[in-house]
């Protein structure tokens, strides 16, 4: 889907319905305006609504920065920055007005609130073709409820509806109960999925089908703890689909190549592209050529021990023999480095012996130099033709199958026990270990706890660390015993209620009764 959004028309469109329901906007001349009564006449005109809800996703404040990447990652053992950056939300002095994810906050509202609206359209609209109907309604469903997932996991309770508001009742609006909330999204899925494809063709990889829309029911019912749900709908994805892991863990993530970036182990990824709909995301897990590598001011030598001469005749610094050699092969290190493991899981002594993800997702030396700073190899980049710094191609993988087989081994252990659990994840670490180092003789607890690292090792750094602790209940234990460098220290400040985020300051300006329910403000009050 690398072409979804390149008409302007979209852009209005939306904008209009942000402020369509304002009365003295409604009074004005609307001959040659963009209308709910003048669009939505025809199948590419339903496409075309889809395709910017799409394109809201790939907004800084969500996929495209580290805009969920702070709330998902950031303050948890896995992801921290290589100097002293993003401290507020690393070492957990959030408040109203401080790192209070209004940002996000808002997008993910701007995907409610054109998802509702599209929806209101095209439902039950017979100018439609009944298959463009199904689909575009299909993808509205997924997208809404991939929203308030966000929503619901950073605030809890969050402002909900199902129509479109005026103005006034929008700003009056408090909120809902999450449970009621993730019920409805669930039945949306549940159509969600009796409307969408199987797959798609080359040209639309990158939209949701029915085996997405599985997934994020799964990952509703996951942390509601509603094990055999959960479990049905992984079994489903795991069983029917045509998704596969892939037999080399790296492969997973090679995104070399802009025109072959989707492979058959992702179910749903936010689909970049440079130029167009680019991606930043990347900048942060890139190193900078400033820091790196180690010892980076001393004098250079080469593999033979000669010393590495400037064509004047002067030696040149370990740094620029370093660059020099990454641009020979068209690299170089122009990225943050804001998002780089944390000490112990960048130390392979820290991994179980022979697990070859180590090497696909950790990095430590690069060319024969020792790096300064660890990277996640598995979302850096340094190619500089086909991905420059601010101007990325790389998706941002949302779900993929070795996730869906975590999560029916989890179920499966908190319905009955490991014994059925055992294959789920035996069959993610055969590609891990080789020879293959399968579970087995676990109690449940035993399972339970094992589970908490097979997680974090699979899936490091991918966006689903930090609930995933949250859900377990033992985000404060693990950040308190995790080690940071010495620009942060969490332990410090983290409080039972840091596991949600506090309704933004901004927020609460405009509409004073979303403290109605808890004047407390998720107890940041």
């Not at 439609?128 to 309604?137: D, F, G, L, T, Y």
């Not at 006034?168 to 019920?183: C, H, Q, S, W």
């Not at 122009?334 to 960048?346: D, M, Q, S, V």
Request: with cysteine; charged share 25%.
């Amino acid at each position: 889907m690398k072409n979804i959004l390149k008409n302007k028309i979209l852009l209005v469109l939306l904008g209009f319905f942000a402020i369509i329901s304002c009365d003295e906007y409604l009074e004005e001349e609307l001959r040659d305006a963009i209308t709910p009564e003048n669009f939505f006449n025809n199948d590419k005109e339903a496409e075309l609504a889809v395709n910017g809800i799409y394109t809201l996703y790939h907004n800084n404040n969500l996929y495209r920065q580290r805009g969920l990447d702070d709330y998902n990652l950031s303050g948890a053992d896995e992801v921290g920055p290589n100097r002293n950056v993003n401290g507020s939300i690393h070492n957990y002095l959030i408040a109203e007005g401080t790192a209070d994810g209004n940002g996000v906050w808002s997008q993910l509202y701007e995907v409610v609130n054109g998802t509702t609206e599209f929806l209101a359209n095209i439902d039950g609209n017979e100018k439609i073709s009944e298959a463009a109907r199904n689909q575009a309604v299909g993808e509205l469903l997924f997208l809404r409820a991939l929203a308030f997932f966000h929503l619901t996991n950073l605030w809890g309770d969050v402002p909900y509806f199902r129509e479109m508001l005026n103005p006034i009742e929008a700003g009056e609006l408090g909120r809902y109960d999450k449970d009621l909330i993730r019920t409805d999204m669930k039945e949306d899925l549940t159509r969600a999925i009796s409307l969408l494809p199987e797959s798609y063709s080359s040209a639309d990889l990158g939209r949701a089908t029915k085996w997405a829309a599985y997934a994020l029911k799964a990952k509703f019912h996951l942390f509601d703890k509603e094990w055999a749900l959960a479990k049905s709908d992984c079994d489903a994805i795991i069983n029917n689909s045509h998704h596969t892991l892939l037999d080399n863990f790296a492969d997973v993530f090679n995104q070399l190549d802009p025109t072959n970036s989707i492979n058959n182990e992702h179910i749903f990824i936010i689909d970049f592209k440079a130029d167009e709909l680019n991606t930043t995301r990347t900048d942060d897990y890139n190193p900078r050529i400033r820091d790196e590598p180690s010892n980076r001011n001393e004098n250079a030598f080469d593999e033979f021990g000669n010393p590495v001469l400037k064509s004047n005749g002067t030696q040149m610094k370990r740094w620029e023999y370093f660059q020099s050699l990454m641009l020979e092969q068209e690299e170089d290190m122009t990225g943050y480095g804001w998002a780089i493991p944390l000490p112990e899981i960048a130390d392979r002594d820290n991994w179980q012996d022979g697990d070859l993800r180590y090497d696909a997702t950790i990095v430590t030396e690069y060319l024969g130099f020792e790096l300064a700073f660890p990277y996640y190899r598995k979302n850096w980049n340094l190619d500089q033709v086909n991905s420059v710094r601010y101007n990325h191609h790389e998706n941002y993988i949302v779900f993929r199958l070795a996730d869906i087989y975590l999560m029916a081994a989890e179920a499966e252990n908190e319905l009955n026990g490991p014994a059925n659990a055992y294959p789920y994840v035996n069959k993610v670490r055969e590609r891990a270990f080789d020879p293959d180092q399968p579970w087995s003789g676990m109690s449940q607890s035993e399972f339970r706890e094992a589970m908490y690292s097979e997680r974090k090792f699979e899936l490091a750094a991918e966006g689903h660390r930090k609930m995933d602790l949250i859900r377990w209940g033992i985000l404060l234990d693990v950040v308190k015993n995790t080690e940071h460098r010495s620009w942060n220290n969490p332990a410090a400040n983290i409080q039972p209620y840091h596991v949600l985020l506090p309704v933004p300051q901004n927020q609460i300006l405009l509409n004073a009764n979303l403290l109605d329910s808890d004047p407390t403000n998720n107890g940041y009050r």
